[in-house]
């Protein structure tokens, strides 16, 4: 199974891609593997309209040459910031169209949801998390961008999840 995983943002939005030759415990047995993973990221100054179609068009492009099978996205969290977590909201709202219209299941996950799922402890830090992705796709180095490395770590938890239905 191709899994496209999403940390949706504006002016950054990250993207992985993994494929699993098996579910839940298996996954952990070095069968998933990384597909590729990276960034759309739009100008900070441009008009917003401008940048939610280079995020629709971006989107598109990368499902159309990765062929995913289904879609995971981490659900907004607003901290303190409304006017950033509304942007980013209409952000994710591109991405769930996108994704609507290429006929891709959509599955959704709280930041404490991936977290947990992929560390066990649903306050773990951003080091803790980029270290879980390395280790459950056998990668060298962490993945870079953070918001790539985020992508991932949604992905990765569609997987272990899945695995567990």
């Known amino acids: 199974m191709r899994i496209l995983g999403i940390d949706p943002g504006t002016g950054i939005c990250g993207f992985g891609v993994i494929e699993t030759g098996g579910t839940g415990v298996n996954t952990l047995r070095g069968k998933v593997k990384m597909i590729d993973n990276g960034v759309i990221s739009t100008p900070p100054h441009t008009p917003l309209p401008d940048r ?94 953070d918001d790539a490395a985020d992508a991932l770590a949604a992905a990765i938890t569609h997987s272990l999840m899945h695995g567990m239905k």
């Open 52 to 145: 939610l179609e280079d995020i629709y068009n971006s989107l598109h492009e990368i499902i159309e040459l990765d062929k995913p099978d289904v879609v995971s996205i981490e659900k907004l969290f607003f901290t303190k910031n409304i006017t950033t977590g509304i942007s980013v909201a209409e952000a994710r709202g591109v991405v769930i169209l996108v994704c609507k219209q290429m006929h891709l299941p959509i599955f959704e996950y709280t930041p404490n949801e991936i977290k947990k799922t992929l560390t066990g402890y649903g306050s773990a830090d951003k080091k803790q998390m980029q270290e879980m992705v390395r280790l459950h796709l056998n990668l060298k180095t962490v993945p870079k961008p």
